[in-house]
């Protein structure tokens, strides 16, 4: 498990687009959560639904990208 300071310097790293990107994303699912009465969406809800899929997609964007311009 990364540390929050590991964290801060990894998101730091992004480019802006992926930044802005990952903003907005951490945005909408705060903004899911504070409907938890009405939605039953918790925290943990949230990260265990999307935190797979969004690190699965970038995983995958990082082989494909490393592929087009990796020297063989």
Known sequence: MQH????????K???PPEAALL?????LMADVVEEEDSN???AGNIAM???P??????????????SC???Q
């Open 40 to 42: 039953k969406k918790t």
């Open 23 to 27: 903003n907005w994303a951490a945005g």
């Open 53 to 66: 899929n969004m690190t699965q997609v970038y995983f995958h964007y990082f082989l494909a990208y490393e």
């Open 49 to 51: 639904d999307y935190a």
């Open 13 to 15: 790293q992004l480019k």
């Open 69 to 71: 311009f990796s020297l």
């Open 4 to 11: 929050e300071e590991e964290s801060v310097e990894l998101v």
